[in-house]
C-alpha cells in the first residue's frame, strides 16, 4: 500500500481518488469507499478521462443537469435511458466552458454542462457523458417527484475535505441505497479547491462523484471557497439562476428552499454591491414566497448558508459574538449593510441550516438572542421563532471544534463527534430532522420533529 507521499511520487505528482466503482457486463457494481492509493493515474491520460461527474437539480420539474470535466476540448454529450430499457437511447448536446485555475501553472480544463428534460417523475435513469472520443462510467439517478405530495429525503452537512473525509463512505453507502433524494453540502469543499493549482479541487470532486453523480448536489458558498473571487467553486458547481450558484431558490415537495452566501458579509474586496444585490434578490424571493397561493403549496420556506447566525462554539468566530454580521448586519459600510436575521424572521423562514463550526448543534426556536419555543412540552410544535440547525461536522483536515463550556440558552444539544444531518419534509405541517455520528457507527444521537400548523409570519403571533 503506497502512503499519500509515495503515491504521489509514483504517479507524477497526481492525486489519487479515494472511490472507484466498477462497470461489467451492463450492470454496475456497487461502489466502495478505499483508504488506500490505488494505480488510477499511472497508466490513464489525465486528458482522455471524463471525470468529475455531478448533477444538480436546475429548479424545473422533469429536469436534471449533468457537470463533468475534461482536460482537453471536447462534445459535450449525455447518453441515457430508462432503467431496464434499451440503454443510452436518448442523446442530449450542451456545451462547455474553459476554466484556468488562477494559480502558478494556470491549468485549464474544460466544464460541461448538459440540461435533460422531459423526465418522468419518480423514473430511475442510466447514464453517461462524454463524446466519441471517450465516455465516463455509467451511472444512475432517479429524476425528481414534482408533486406536492411528494416527501424527499436530504443529507446535508458542510465542511468536508479531501483529507479526513471521514462521513464520506457512510454517505456514499446510504446514497446508493437510495435513502435520499437530494444532497445539501453547506459550503467548504476540499480544504481547498484551489490547493496545488486546482489539484485538490479536482480530487475532491472525484471522490464525491461516488455520491454526486447519483443525486443532484445542491451546494452554497463557504470561506474555504474564497481564493481568486471563488472561481474554483463558481465555475465547478452548477446550481439554479444566474449567480453562479452564489444564490438562489428552487422548489421540491412542500418545501421552497434558499440557499444564500454569507461571505458577501467578510470579503467585501470582491465587491460590497454583493451583498445588497443579494439582499435585495432575498427580500424579493421571500415575498414571491409569502404569495397566499405559493405558501399554501409550498409552505415550508428552509435556507441555507455557511456561516451560521448563532453557535456556541469557542473559536471566537463571528457566531461566536453577539453582533454576528450574518445576523445583524455591518455598520462599518456605507450605506451600512442589513443582517439577515430580521429579514428571515419577517418572512416566516421555518428551517435555517448552517455549517461553518465543525460541529453539531440544535437551537431552540431563537430571535434575537432570546428563546421562543411552542411550548415547554413541545418546544419544536407551532415554535415562535426560526430553528436553527449548524451541521459542519462531516469531516476535514481541521478537525472538530471545541464548545464554550457556558452556551447561552438558546442552545440545546450538541456534539462534537463526526457526522452529517438527515431530514425529511414528510408533510406540509411535519418536518423530520436527525443527526447521525459518524464516530458511533451510524448512530443516530439527535432528533427533532418540528411540527406547525400554520406558516409564515403569522405564525409567531
Request: proline residues 5%; charged residues 20%.
Amino acid at each position: 500500500m503506497f502512503s499519500r507521499d509515495a503515491y504521489r511520487k509514483q504517479s507524477g505528482g497526481k492525486q489519487a481518488p479515494r472511490c472507484c466503482r466498477a462497470v461489467h457486463r451492463g450492470f454496475i457494481k456497487p461502489l466502495y469507499y478505499v483508504s488506500h492509493y490505488n494505480a488510477w493515474s499511472t497508466n490513464r491520460n489525465e486528458a482522455t478521462l471524463r471525470q468529475q461527474v455531478h448533477l444538480s437539480y436546475p429548479g424545473v420539474p422533469g429536469s436534471m443537469e449533468v457537470t463533468w470535466t475534461t482536460f482537453n476540448s471536447t462534445n459535450s454529450t449525455v447518453e441515457y435511458g430508462l432503467l431496464g430499457a434499451r440503454l443510452f437511447d436518448t442523446s442530449v448536446q450542451g456545451m462547455s466552458t474553459l476554466f484556468v485555475d488562477s494559480g502558478d501553472e494556470k491549468r485549464a480544463m474544460y466544464i460541461h454542462r448538459v440540461v435533460l428534460s422531459g423526465l418522468k417523475p419518480a423514473s430511475t435513469y442510466v447514464y453517461h457523458c462524454g463524446s466519441d472520443e471517450g465516455w465516463s462510467e455509467v451511472f444512475y439517478f432517479t429524476a425528481l417527484n414534482d408533486s406536492l405530495l411528494f416527501s424527499p429525503k436530504f443529507a446535508l452537512y458542510g465542511d468536508l475535505g479531501n483529507e479526513n473525509p471521514q462521513s464520506l463512505a457512510r454517505l456514499q453507502k446510504e446514497t446508493q441505497r437510495g435513502m435520499y433524494d437530494v444532497i445539501l453540502h453547506i459550503g467548504d469543499f476540499a480544504y481547498d479547491m484551489h490547493e496545488d493549482n486546482g489539484r485538490i479541487g479536482d480530487e475532491f470532486m472525484r471522490q464525491i462523484q461516488a455520491i454526486a453523480a447519483y443525486v443532484p448536489y445542491m451546494t452554497c458558498p463557504g470561506n474555504h471557497e474564497a481564493t481568486y473571487n471563488f472561481s474554483n467553486y463558481r465555475n465547478r458547481f452548477s446550481m439554479p439562476g444566474q449567480t453562479e450558484g452564489l444564490w438562489y431558490s428552487w422548489n421540491l415537495g412542500t418545501v421552497h428552499f434558499i440557499s444564500v452566501s454569507t461571505e458577501v458579509y467578510f470579503y467585501l474586496e470582491f465587491g460590497l454591491d454583493l451583498l445588497f444585490r443579494q439582499f435585495a434578490w432575498l427580500k424579493q424571493d421571500l415575498e414571491e414566497a409569502n404569495r397566499p397561493e405559493n405558501r399554501a403549496a409550498r409552505p415550508w420556506v428552509v435556507t441555507m448558508g455557511h456561516r451560521p447566525m448563532y453557535c456556541s462554539d469557542d473559536d471566537q468566530d463571528d457566531c461566536t459574538r453577539f453582533d454576528s454580521y450574518v445576523r445583524l448586519g455591518r455598520n462599518d459600510t456605507r450605506p451600512p449593510a442589513p443582517g439577515l436575521e430580521d429579514l428571515f424572521y419577517h418572512y416566516g423562514v421555518d428551517l435555517e441550516l448552517w455549517a461553518h463550526e465543525h460541529t453539531y448543534e440544535r437551537l431552540w426556536p431563537v430571535y434575537k438572542d432570546k428563546v421562543y419555543n411552542g411550548s415547554t412540552e413541545h418546544p419544536y410544535v407551532n415554535p415562535k421563532a426560526p430553528v436553527h440547525i449548524i451541521t459542519g461536522s462531516a469531516g476535514c483536515r481541521e478537525r472538530t471544534d471545541r464548545f464554550n463550556p457556558h452556551p447561552k440558552d438558546w442552545s440545546a444539544f450538541r456534539s462534537t463527534d463526526y457526522g452529517y444531518t438527515r431530514m425529511q419534509a414528510v408533510n406540509a405541517t411535519h418536518l423530520y430532522l436527525e443527526q447521525v455520528s459518524d464516530d458511533q457507527d451510524g448512530k443516530v444521537i439527535d432528533s427533532i420533529w418540528l411540527l406547525k400548523d400554520k406558516h409564515g409570519p403569522s405564525a409567531w403571533l
